[in-house]
């Protein structure tokens, strides 16, 4: 299968391994993965902020990008939300029903990267190995806009070697929320000390989640803890394989086993 890979802000700038590493483990899995070099970003913060009118040609560029591809994947629910549930909205708006109707086509093709592999490549077990004690935060997002459910578990569990724990009162927001962490700092930071309690709860040594969003801001806290846990995108540690672990002494993840 051909699929473009929808990169996202944060993975482009910030976290660029949760991208490659779901280059890797496409094509792992036999697929070609290409990357539409025109894409920029899908215009979430806009909309989000009140900026309809930025927003609205950031949706025209994204469909006009990923109007050619049949599949499209990112490393991201929150990413794919906007997608799905803001892109025809902010046409229809503006008066524009055709680029509604494109858009609404292009979010079909859509998918966040445990949707794409188990409900459309039907897989769990991606062939992973990553030694290590885990425990997965369900993001806001890929929780209650697209729904992702259980896949993301489902697929952990197949990983060898890893050991899942679940979280405690995993179904809180984390606090960051875009520009909520930064408009509203102080319920943010609670809302986080919440969820780092949690996290140290399970004594796991690796956080995980489908977002980089959700792990920069819980890896952020965590890291002035020093508690000595890291925060892990689903996407490396589906991509670590034995052979990987085997040659550098670490996994795909970074992490030292």
């Known amino acids: 299968m051909r699929i473009a890979l929808f990169v996202t802000c944060l993975a482009d700038t910030l976290f660029p391994e949760a991208a490659r590493a779901t280059v890797r483990l496409l094509e792992r899995l036999g697929h070609e993965v290409v990357f539409p070099e025109d894409q920029t970003c899908c215009g979430q913060m806009h ?53 509604a109707s494109r858009a609404e086509e292009v979010a079909a093709r859509t998918y966040e990267l445990s949707e794409l592999l188990v409900d459309v490549l039907g897989v769990t077990d991606v062939g992973a190995y990553f030694p290590h004690r885990v425990t997965y935060h369900p993001t806001c997002h890929s929780l ?6 259980d896949r993301p578990l489902r697929l952990l569990r197949a990983v060898r070697g890893l050991e899942l724990v679940e979280l405690p009162q995993a179904e809180q927001c984390c606090g960051f929320g875009g ?75 970074g992490v030292a086993r």
């Open 179 to 253: 520009t909520f962490a930064v408009k509203n700092a102080d319920t943010s930071t609670a809302m986080l000390a919440d969820k780092m309690r949690n996290v140290l709860a399970t004594r796991a040594d690796v956080c995980t989640a489908g977002d980089a969003s959700c792990l920069m801001h819980i890896g952020g806290g965590l890291s002035r803890l020093r508690a000595g846990v890291r925060t892990v995108h689903l996407a490396e540690i589906l991509a670590s394989t034995e052979a990987d672990a085997r040659g550098a002494g670490r996994d795909v993840a």
């Open 47 to 99: 909309v989000n902020t009140g900026y309809p009118d930025e927003a609205l040609r950031l949706v025209r560029r994204h469909v006009r990008v990923f109007a050619p591809y049949d599949v499209v994947v990112a490393p991201s629910g929150s990413c794919v939300g906007s997608v799905r549930h803001q892109h025809a909205m902010v046409a229809r708006r503006a008066g524009d029903e055709r680029l």
């Open 144 to 149: 209650r806009m697209i729904r992702v459910g």
